[in-house]
């Protein structure tokens, strides 16, 4: 499966991280590399296992009827809602003020990417139709 964001406001721009020299020492370099990502680049998922209601009309998904157990993926001011069943969706609803108001990430996990994201976290339609507890 390959998520694919889609939006109709813009092109995606592209981030450009910056390039150490040859000569800096390398554990400066083995820091940096794994430091999480960051920026306003930067995909954001969480998790969201509750349902989730939008002006007070519960969220179900079109595909196989869920009302609950979501994925937030927060990319510029975005908001897209992942479920299990691997259906995806542009939510308009949620700013990404609403998504920073949800998301806490004191031990958060980083992926490479959000496509290895979603099959680690079981997005990748693996268990459609299934909530897990």
């Known amino acids: ?9 813009r092109p995606a721009e592209s981030t450009i991280l910056p390039v150490l020299s040859i000569g800096t020492d390398p554990l400066l370099q083995l820091a940096y590399e794994t430091q999480p990502p960051s920026g306003p680049g930067t995909p954001r998922c969480l998790s969201h296992p509750r349902e989730l209601a939008l002006r007070g009309i519960p969220v179900m998904c079109t595909a196989c009827r869920a ?11 975005n908001v897209w809602i992942v479920c299990r069943c691997s259906n995806q969706w542009l939510e308009p609803e949620i700013r990404r003020a609403d998504f920073d108001a949800l998301i806490a990430i004191p031990d ?6 959000v496509e290895q994201g979603l099959t ?14």
């Open 120 to 133: 680690a976290l079981g997005f990748d339609g693996a268990f459609a139709g299934t909530y897990l507890d």
């Open 108 to 113: 958060g996990t980083t992926y490479p990417s």
């Open 1 to 9: 499966m390959t998520l694919v964001l889609r939006t109709t406001d």
């Open 67 to 77: 009302r609950r157990d979501w994925l937030l993926i927060n990319h510029g001011r």
